[in-house]
Structure formats: C-alpha cells, structure tokens
C-alpha cells in the first residue's frame, strides 16, 4: 500500500526543486525519527532497540546509523546500553552507541559519557555546527542520561522513584 501522502509529495518536490542530487538534508526537529529504547528488567538485565526511518530525502540506498549496530545502538550487559538519534553519517564515523559504552565501561557516569562521545563526534566532523546528534545512555545501575549538540533534545525516562517524565538533555551549544 503507497504510504506517500499528497503533502509529502509535494514538500518533496519543492525540496528536488531547491536542491540538487546529495545535497545533505537538514537533521532538526521536523526531519529525523529515531526511536531508541534502552532498559534495565528486575533481574538486571539490559536490552535495547532502535527504529527510524531515516533522515528525509536522503539518497537511494543510504543506510543510517540506527541498522548498525555499534553505531546507533549497542548493549553490552555487563556495563550499559546508549542509542543515538541524529545525523547517521556521524554516528556511524565514530562508531557512536560503542564509544558511548565504552566511556561508561571506563567509569563515566551515562551523561558524561554521552559528552564525550558528542567531543569525539565534534572533532571529527568539521560541520558540527550544522548536525544535530544525540546520544542516550543507561548502565548497569540503572543510572542514565544524554547529551546532544544542538539543544531541544528531550527524551523520556521512567524508573521507580521517579515514574515517568520527560527530560530535556543537556546539550554543546
Ligand atoms: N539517525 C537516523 C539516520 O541517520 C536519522 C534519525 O535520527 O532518524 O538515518
């Protein structure tokens, strides 16, 4: 069944109109959908998932971050899980949601591990200033948190004391 409503149709050739062949699609607000889920069940188990359906307009055969694992999402059940949601190209360049674990494996608090993931992404990708990527992590202690370079990135949490509550993450710029 066709999926293309007339109205995306028509942003869609306004924007082949304004644009030529590989131009980058602008990652904000409207134009990216990763869903990336982490948990932590009563045995202290992590799990995670992501979803997207990638960024909008991008070019015939492009693969995101979010279906390689390590790059938008990846679990090790002895130290933590981290997902990302943003421009794919630069996640999947430092090997993102790994790097995320890794810094918590190291002793980094789930936050602070996100930050230095954004660092590492920072000094890797020169138009910085122009991407949006977000980074969400949980550890072993049920701790979480996120980082993201542009602001506006919320993201949603529920444990036992808290219940359930949106979070805005903190942020580069
Ligand atoms: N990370 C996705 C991609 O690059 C975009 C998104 O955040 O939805 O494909």
Redesign the pocket.
């Known amino acids: 069944m066709p999926l293309l409503t007339e109205a995306s149709k028509e942003r869609w050739e306004k924007w082949r109109e304004e644009n030529s062949e590989g131009t980058k699609a602008e990652?904000n607000v409207e134009n990216?959908?990763?869903i990336g889920m982490l948990a932590l069940d009563a045995n202290g188990n992590l799990s995670g998932a992501c979803t997207?359906?990638?960024?909008g307009y991008?070019i015939h055969g492009?693969?995101?971050?979010?279906p390689i694992i390590g790059a938008?999402l990846y679990v090790d059940n002895d130290v933590g899980a981290a997902t990302?949601?943003?421009?794919?190209?630069a996640?999947i360049r430092i090997c993102g949601s790994h790097l995320v674990v890794e810094y918590m494996r190291q002793g980094h608090s789930p936050t602070e591990a996100c930050r230095l993931a954004v660092e590492r992404l920072i000094e890797k990708n020169p138009d910085w200033k122009d991407i949006q990527i977000g980074f969400l992590a949980l550890n072993k202690k049920g701790e979480y948190g996120a980082y993201c370079i542009q602001p506006g990135f919320q993201y949603a949490a529920h444990d036992p004391d808290n219940g359930p509550r949106l979070i805005d993450g903190k942020s580069k710029r």
Request: zero cysteines; proline letters at 0%; charged letters at 25%.
């Open positions: 990652i990216h959908d990763t997207t359906s990638g960024v991008k492009r693969v995101g971050d979010s938008g990302a949601t943003g421009w794919g190209e996640v």
